[in-house]
């Protein structure tokens, strides 16, 4: 695990997600992408950290889903503060709150590989 | 002992289990004889005589075969999860019947819903996913900068698209009808989705899904572009579309996506623990011999040769772990059945397969 950061609202912490499955394979996209809290504004930062407080993501126990044709596999790992852990969760994300959690960091991790390649 | 006052050799002879079976899967003029035979039975005339009731895929061949069809219609249902990460969506958008509304997701899933079951029952008699007339459901403006679509085992669900690198997911038809297509194979051979019998479940979604647009287009095989895809990537993307089956491995080559990974023969196949064990790398393989097969039959691809890979999808001997080969060999039986053994299709078929190394 990388070292865990200190952001702007005090929020020490790290968000590390990889993609797999999908209607297409693309092999840029496949490398896991990191984002630590230091690169994140105060709300960005909350708002994660209240993500995984309302999924129960350090405790939670996803069901195991059979894979779908075309679902997604998110692999997560969250790091806040002194907490760590990684949970590894196929569409459909039937608890609604996991599945808000992984989409705000999916979608953190969207503009770093776009930022990464060109 | 025949005791109707027109006798009818069949019927004499064979049991009515038998007898559905011909009407359903026999050569046309044994369909019409078992149907004529099959409408003396009582229980027969009673579904020929209700039209009011669910019209099923059974009971749909069956009247087909007696000249007596009563078209099937879709039932759709097109909600609107308004970039929540929840389907179905919370609202109703649009249902069967009603007119366009002001969202181009809606009305493209809508219409690609309907393009695909209208393939899947004029081409092959099949009524909806089940072959039952099952509902199809789909939920547009899926999660936010959401660029996947996928089939949930109920329905379909599309996302908008990042608007960055990918449009939103219904622009594309064949995509739509590649979604669908999972549902049919779901239902009947049951493809495990991992490895050669994934990959073979992602081609067979390809192959399909290409026909929908084929069909709906009025292209032949020599004049389809045969993407997977098109329309998808925003113009920042180098590239023209998900996947080519005429030339796997050429669709993309961008800085972001990476190069598009599709062989198409199996000197190349990619051994790997991603994608499911590459489903959607390796389709490129059955994906090509499909594509190599239709243009050497020449016609509307969606005609014999959409008719070989449907029946091999429904024979018996497909099942959840055919691989590559397995799958070849279907077709090729599938393909003399149905048009003889020294047919052009027959020959067509094997030499595609040939062309990709599967056999």
Same mark, same amino acid.
């Given at each position: 695990?990388?070292?865990?950061?200190?952001?702007?609202?005090?929020?020490?912490?790290?968000?590390?997600?990889?993609?797999?499955?999908?209607?297409?394979?693309?092999?840029?996209?496949?490398?896991?992408?990191?984002?630590?809290?230091?690169?994140?504004?105060?709300?960005?930062?909350?708002?994660?950290?209240?993500?995984?407080?309302?999924?129960?993501?350090?405790?939670?126990?996803?069901?195991?889903?059979?894979?779908?044709?075309?679902?997604?596999?998110?692999?997560?790992?969250?790091?806040?503060?002194?907490?760590?852990?990684?949970?590894?969760?196929?569409?459909?994300?039937?608890?609604?709150?996991?599945?808000?959690?992984?989409?705000?960091?999916?979608?953190?991790?969207?503009?770093?590989?776009?930022?990464?390649?060109? | 002992?025949?005791?109707?006052?027109?006798?009818?050799?069949?019927?004499?002879?064979?049991?009515?289990?038998?007898?559905?079976?011909?009407?359903?899967?026999?050569?046309?003029?044994?369909?019409?004889?078992?149907?004529?035979?099959?409408?003396?039975?009582?229980?027969?005339?009673?579904?020929?005589?209700?039209?009011?009731?669910?019209?099923?895929?059974?009971?749909?061949?069956?009247?087909?075969?007696?000249?007596?069809?009563?078209?099937?219609?879709?039932?759709?249902?097109?909600?609107?999860?308004?970039?929540?990460?929840?389907?179905?969506?919370?609202?109703?958008?649009?249902?069967?019947?009603?007119?366009?509304?002001?969202?181009?997701?809606?009305?493209?899933?809508?219409?690609?819903?309907?393009?695909?079951?209208?393939?899947?029952?004029?081409?092959?008699?099949?009524?909806?996913?089940?072959?039952?007339?099952?509902?199809?459901?789909?939920?547009?403006?899926?999660?936010?900068?959401?660029?996947?679509?996928?089939?949930?085992?109920?329905?379909?669900?599309?996302?908008?698209?990042?608007?960055?690198?990918?449009?939103?997911?219904?622009?594309?038809?064949?995509?739509?009808?590649?979604?669908?297509?999972?549902?049919?194979?779901?239902?009947?051979?049951?493809?495990?989705?991992?490895?050669?019998?994934?990959?073979?479940?992602?081609?067979?979604?390809?192959?399909?899904?290409?026909?929908?647009?084929?069909?709906?287009?009025?292209?032949?095989?020599?004049?389809?572009?045969?993407?997977?895809?098109?329309?998808?990537?925003?113009?920042?993307?180098?590239?023209?579309?998900?996947?080519?089956?005429?030339?796997?491995?050429?669709?993309?080559?961008?800085?972001?996506? +990476? $190069?598009?990974?599709?062989?198409?023969?199996? !000197?190349?196949?990619? @051994?790997? /623990?991603? %994608?499911?064990? &590459?489903?959607?790398?390796?389709?490129?393989?059955?994906?090509?011999?499909?594509?190599?097969?239709?243009?050497?039959?020449?016609?509307?691809?969606?005609?014999?040769? +959409? $008719?070989?890979?449907?029946?091999?999808?429904? !024979?018996?001997?497909? @099942?959840? /772990?055919? %691989?590559?080969? &397995?799958?070849?060999?279907?077709?090729?039986?599938?393909?003399?059945?149905?048009?003889?053994?020294?047919?052009?299709?027959?020959?067509?078929?094997?030499?595609?397969?040939?062309?990709?190394?599967?056999?």
């Amino acid at each position: 695990m990388a070292t865990s950061s200190t952001g702007t609202s005090g929020i020490k912490g790290e968000a590390r997600v990889k993609v797999e499955g999908g209607v297409a394979h693309f092999p840029g996209r496949a490398r896991e992408q990191v984002i630590s809290f230091d690169e994140l504004e105060a709300p960005q930062q909350q708002e994660i950290a209240s993500l995984a407080s309302a999924a129960n993501f350090f405790n939670c126990r996803p069901a195991p889903q059979p894979a779908r044709p075309d679902a997604r596999t998110y692999t997560v790992c969250l790091t806040i503060e002194d907490q760590s852990r990684e949970v590894r969760v196929s569409e459909p994300i039937r608890d609604p709150a996991l599945a808000k959690l992984v989409s705000a960091v999916r979608r953190l991790s969207i503009g770093r590989a776009v930022a990464a390649a060109r | 002992m025949c005791t109707s006052a027109q006798r009818h050799g069949l019927h004499c002879i064979l049991p009515p289990y038998i007898l559905s079976q011909i009407a359903e899967n026999g050569s046309p003029e044994l369909r019409a004889q078992a149907m004529r035979t099959l409408l003396v039975d009582p229980t027969i005339r009673i579904i020929r005589a209700s039209t009011a009731g669910p019209v099923t895929g059974t009971i749909a061949r069956r009247r087909a075969a007696a000249g007596n069809i009563l078209t099937p219609s879709p039932l759709r249902t097109i909600r609107d999860a308004g970039g929540e990460p929840e389907a179905p969506g919370a609202v109703i958008a649009r249902r069967e019947g009603q007119p366009p509304v002001d969202d181009a997701a809606v009305n493209e899933a809508y219409d690609g819903l309907g393009a695909t079951f209208e393939l899947f029952w004029e081409a092959y008699q099949r009524n909806s996913i089940d072959d039952a007339g099952l509902p199809l459901d789909a939920t547009v403006h899926y999660d936010q900068q959401y660029d996947n679509a996928f089939w949930d085992g109920t329905q379909m669900v599309f996302g908008d698209g990042d608007g960055e690198l990918f449009n939103r997911f219904t622009i594309s038809l064949d995509i739509i009808g590649h979604e669908l297509t999972h549902g049919v194979t779901e239902k009947e051979a049951g493809l495990a989705y991992y490895s050669q019998s994934g990959a073979l479940n992602e081609s067979i979604s390809d192959v399909f899904g290409s026909l929908v647009k084929q069909r709906v287009l009025g292209q032949t095989a020599a004049d389809a572009d045969w993407l997977i895809g098109a329309g998808l990537f925003t113009d920042a993307v180098q590239g023209v579309a998900l996947r080519s089956m005429k030339e796997p491995g050429t669709a993309y080559d961008d800085p972001v996506l +990476g $190069r598009d990974p599709q062989p198409g023969h199996m !000197d190349d196949f990619v @051994r790997t /623990n991603e %994608d499911n064990g &590459g489903v959607h790398i390796n389709s490129g393989i059955p994906n090509r011999a499909f594509y190599l097969a239709a243009i050497a039959i020449g016609g509307n691809a969606w005609d014999n040769a +959409g $008719r070989i890979w449907y029946n091999a999808l429904l !024979d018996p001997n497909t @099942r959840a /772990n055919t %691989d590559f080969a &397995g799958f070849a060999r279907i077709t090729i039986q599938v393909a003399m059945r149905l048009y003889g053994s020294d047919s052009a299709e027959a020959t067509a078929v094997t030499e595609a397969w040939q062309t990709v190394g599967v056999i």
